[in-house]
């Protein structure tokens, strides 16, 4: 199967799985969400022939993510006329925002082929052009041509976890923007990061400990880049 056909079968079972719908606290931004974990999660290991796929991360709206584009929508000249990356994008949510804030372009970036369908179809339907792209960046030079990169919901595992902070602060090092959403997972590297904003938001119980959750944004503390 070719790429483009790979593409279009990944969006089919997006619209499929995951109705559009409004985003708590985001409206009128809307994506293709599902309040069933479980059952997704079980549709993509029949879709893939995989039982060990990955949790359909792409089908939520995750706390730290809403909480960052709580935070643009407050602080919109942080991407308005600039270049943004939305790292580990998922929905694609914080990218959307952005465009929708007069971003100059939003690249969006995922290593899930799923999310990449779901960014693409999510953009659209809020009127919106993101380029979405599968890769993963953690192990490379920090992109060029970007002068903010977005960062939610980054730290749920320690694997991940031990990754993305040397990577952001090389990203920060030649001059990148890092702006970071997480609800304060136990993986967050606290002592790295200084607190800037909080915004209670709404998410799943599928996936969240809770359905009102504080929502944290930060910058990478002057020590840590």
């Known amino acids: 199967m070719t790429p483009r056909r790979h593409l279009a079968a990944a969006r089919g079972f997006v619209t499929r799985h995951a109705p559009l719908r409004p985003v708590p606290g985001l409206e009128p931004v809307q994506l293709h969400l599902t309040d069933d974990v479980l059952g997704l999660w079980r549709a ?3 879709e893939l022939g995989e039982p060990d796929a990955p949790l359909p991360f792409w089908a939520f709206a995750w706390a730290g993510g809403m909480a960052l584009s709580r935070y643009l929508r407050d602080q919109p000249d942080i991407v308005r006329g600039r270049r943004i990356l939305d790292f580990a994008s998922g929905s694609g949510l914080c990218g959307i925002e952005a465009m929708r804030l007069g971003a100059a372009e939003v690249t969006a970036v995922d290593i899930d082929p799923f999310s990449i369908a779901a960014i693409g179809l999510n953009a659209r339907a809020n009127g919106v052009r993101v380029t979405a ?6 192990d490379g030079d920090p992109p060029q041509d970007v002068d903010v990169l977005l960062a939610a919901d980054c730290w749920y ?3 991940l976890a031990r990754r993305v902070l040397p990577w952001l602060q090389r990203c920060a090092a030649v001059g990148i923007e890092v702006v970071v ?3 304060a997972r136990h993986y967050l590297p606290t002592a790295a990061l200084e607190e800037v904003a909080r915004y209670d938001v709404r998410t799943t119980t599928e996936l969240e400990d809770l359905d009102q959750k504080v929502g944290y944004v930060y910058r990478l503390s002057a020590a840590s880049r």
Do not use: C, S
């Open 133 to 138: 792209r599968q890769r993963d960046l953690l």
């Open 157 to 159: 595992e320690a694997t």
């Open 181 to 183: 959403g997480d609800p």
């Open 44 to 46: 993509t290991q029949l």
